[in-house]
């Protein structure tokens, strides 16, 4: 298990009171096929050159160099532009974080309907300051990981309504640390989640959430 629980049906099939359209789609297709075998490589890599740039002092010609470089390689994925419902990114659950580039790169290690448990490691480029990671960057993995929790608790696509992140201590970088979420209680279409990320047996925040089920269509 990497990106999600492969085996739970978090998927709603489209149906005519439930269209394809609107925020999220009503299926989340489950995919291992798309951007290839190396897609999760490409990804690692341009995480490392994030890491790297966050890093870098370059040279004007450094910098230079690097600039051209990027043009082709952006030049070369211009070619094959897709809409965000078929692109891997976000879509590979065997891959960290579904092989979603923005997030922080986590693995799944248990996830069904009574929460999920998940490996994080904030990179070098989710720096806040003073070496260690940035409180936003947190807060992106409980609402990423919150809203799973949510999403196969009641088997329908779920959308935050609120999130708060209590800092408890710091987050350390390059650390493989656990992230908890779960459904705490429902009433309705209100999910309401709680988290935890530990670094060991060090509470580094805790979080409380509220998710809102969607209902059939909509947007
Ligand atoms: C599958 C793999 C996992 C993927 C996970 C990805 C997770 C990513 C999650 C996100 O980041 S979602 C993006 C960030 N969130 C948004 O952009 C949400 C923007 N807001 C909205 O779209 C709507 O406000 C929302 C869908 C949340 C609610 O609108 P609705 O029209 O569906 O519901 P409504 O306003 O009628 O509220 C329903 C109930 O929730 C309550 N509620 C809504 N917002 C609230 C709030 N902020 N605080 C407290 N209560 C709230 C509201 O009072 C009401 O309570 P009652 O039923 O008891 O009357």
């Known amino acids: ?28 297709e489950v995919t291992t096929e798309r951007g290839g075998p190396r897609y999760g490589e490409l990804i690692e890599e341009v995480r ?12 004007p010609e450094l910098a230079d160099e690097i600039i051209d470089d990027l043009k082709l390689f952006n030049a070369k994925l211009d070619t094959l532009l897709v ?27 248990d996830g069904g309907e009574d929460g999920v448990t998940a490996s994080v490691e904030f990179r070098r480029f989710h720096l806040g300051g003073n070496g260690v990671a ?22 329908g696509i779920a959308r935050t309504a609120y999130l708060t992140v209590n800092y408890r201590s710091l987050t350390p970088l390059e650390t493989p640390l656990t992230m908890r979420t779960w459904a705490e209680r ?8 709680k988290g935890t990320l530990h670094d060991g047996d060090r509470l580094c925040a805790d979080m409380e959430a509220l998710f809102i089920q969607l209902r059939p269509g909509q947007a």
């Open 48 to 59: 490392t050159f994030m890491d790297k740039v966050r890093y870098a002092s370059p040279t």
């Open 1 to 28: 298990m990497k990106g999600a629980p492969i085996d739970q049906k978090w998927n709603v099939p489209a149906t005519e009171e439930s269209p394809l359209e609107g925020g999220f789609r009503a299926e989340f």
């Open 186 to 193: 429902r009433e309705g279409r209100k999910i309401f989640v």
């Open 134 to 155: 940035h409180g936003g960057h947190v807060a992106v993995v409980f609402d990423d990981l919150g809203g799973m929790a949510a999403t196969l608790h009641v088997h």
């Open 83 to 109: 809409d965000e419902w078929h692109t891997p990114s976000g879509t590979r659950v065997d891959l960290p974080s579904r092989g979603n580039i923005t997030l922080p790169p986590y693995e799944v290690i």
